[in-house]
């Protein structure tokens, strides 16, 4: 069901529950195409249920979520509409980096002939065409998070969801594969949402930030903005300001996360 708006992600009144356990509380949140919004909180405060809840594999407790002006219930227009980097690893190590991005694209129903000129295309984009028949298991990982950021663009999607993608890379890559989507931003008018745990990141990419704790989004604006509205001189302080110095334990782990990449590839497509 169509529903037209300059938005093109609508979040209203958002809410999940596992039992007793509320993972977002009736949030509500809107993304302008060609945005960057960044989603900041401390572990367990909801933001990758609120990313799996986006992306269809989780279906919300109640509330309404539209994305590329469609209803979530469109689960096949909503998955042709974006492209997703997961927090771990998912590309085949066996498989060339062109093989990777041609399993995907044969997955999204490319035609073959616009499928080879894309991947073409995003490998010459990621500065990993001259390894496109090299096997993924020789890459780095830097190298990995550019082939990951490439399959997700294979169908020409709209939207670019990023669940910290530099978890675990250097500085050096880190600020190479912020370039890269900054360009992507630039260049398509990709509209991008990403999780991150990286101030500075979000402080350098974003246009606008949401922070979410306990399952509820308790600031939403500009680095400036957040800085000022707690009187605070960087986007650390004001987090912190916001949400409290208190350690914060990480729910699930690998298992979960992997359960999660395989219901994306293997549970009917994305």
Partial sequence: MKNKSHNIIEVKNLTKKFKNLVAVNNISFEVKKGEILAFLGPNGAGKTTTIKMLTTLLKPTSGNIHINNFD???????????????????????????????????????????????????????G????????????????????????????HPKILFLDEPTLGLDPQTRNHLWDYVKKLNKEEGMTVLLTTHYMEEADKISDRIAIIDNGKIIANGTSKELMKNTKTDSLEKAFLKLTGDKIREEPGGAKDRAKYQNRMWGGGGR
């Fill in 128 to 155: 990993l065409f001259d390894r496109k028949n090299d096997f993924v298991k020789t890459f780095s990982g830097g190298m990995k998070r550019r082939l990951e950021i490439a399959r997700g663009l294979i169908h």
């Fill in 72 to 126: 979530i219930s469109d689960t096949d227009e909503i998955r042709k509409s974006f492209g997703i980097v997961f927090q771990d690893p998912s590309l085949d190590n066996e498989l060339s980096a062109y093989e990777n991005l041609e399993f995907h694209g044969i997955m999204y129903d490319v035609p073959k002939e616009l499928r080879r000129e894309r991947i073409d295309y995003l490998l010459k984009f990621v």
